[in-house]
């Protein structure tokens, strides 16, 4: 298994773009804590609000019960800025429409930093499939950040931004950075704790999202050289 590389931190403001409340506390929040703690500035952008998420509670009445986890499971990582952009639940196709929507966040954000979940498509690289709302949020965030830069690609969506370094998956088995957050490690759990309806509709009774995030975080640290760590995918747009 390869060792990872740390991420750059010298920056100050990310923008994380995914595709659903819970996204980023399945193993990344840990490092958004970190950040935060730094004083860095992270603004938080739903695709959807997740109303599909819960076979128990129909999407009208699940919508606003997952922002409310989302807004709080955000709050305890030291972020205030969440956005839901209000796409449709289980069906994000990637697209010109769907970079024209992240572009235009790009843009009105400005960010140093853009962090998405893995869009691979496995989890593991092998047989851990992973879901296509991620694999085409994570494409058309990639995709949107160049488009950002690009005064001639949707024009009519704000000014040109060519400020962003990197793009960051977390997640993907083709990660070859990492972040330590060791330090961190409970304030990501307690975050990931914060969607509780979200976890009882999964019913998967032995579920411990502290045991969850251990298994990820310490298979990473190994090889970070820590003992918790958070693994990207980094791209320079």
């Given at each position: 298994m390869t060792a990872l590389e740390p991420v750059v931190e010298d920056w100050q403001k990310a923008l994380a773009v995914v595709a659903h409340p819970d996204d980023l506390e399945f193993g990344t929040a840990a490092a958004i804590a970190r950040w935060t703690a730094q004083g860095k500035e992270i603004v938080y952008v739903l695709l959807t609000s997740g109303e599909a998420g819960i076979d128990g509670?129909?999407?009208?009445?699940?919508?606003?019960?997952?922002?409310?986890?989302?807004?709080?499971?955000?709050r305890i990582v030291g972020v205030s800025a969440v956005e839901f952009l209000g796409q449709p639940d289980g069906t994000i196709e990637y697209g010109v429409a769907l970079r024209r929507l992240i572009a235009e966040t790009v843009r009105r954000h400005q960010p140093e930093i853009v962090i998405t979940n893995n869009f691979r498509e496995t989890w593991d690289g092998d047989v851990l499939l992973n879901q296509q709302d991620h694999m085409a949020t994570g494409r058309a965030t990639l995709d949107a950040v160049r488009d950002a830069a690009n005064r001639w690609i949707f024009p009519d969506v704000g000014e040109r931004w060519a400020g962003v370094r990197q793009v960051w998956a977390a997640g993907s088995p083709l990660s070859k950075h990492g972040v330590d957050t060791t330090e961190t490690f409970e304030i990501g759990v307690d975050s990931l704790r914060a969607h509780k309806a979200y976890i009882d509709g999964l019913n998967w009774p032995h579920f411990d999202p502290a045991e969850f995030?251990?298994?990820?975080?310490?298979?990473?640290?190994?090889?970070?050289?820590?003992?918790?760590?958070?693994?990207?995918?980094?791209?320079?747009?």
């Open positions: 509670i129909a999407p009208a009445e699940c919508g606003p019960l997952r922002e409310a986890e989302q807004i709080e499971s955000a995030l251990e298994g990820v975080s310490r298979a990473a640290g190994t090889r970070l050289g820590t003992t918790f760590a958070t693994p990207f995918e980094v791209f320079t747009p």
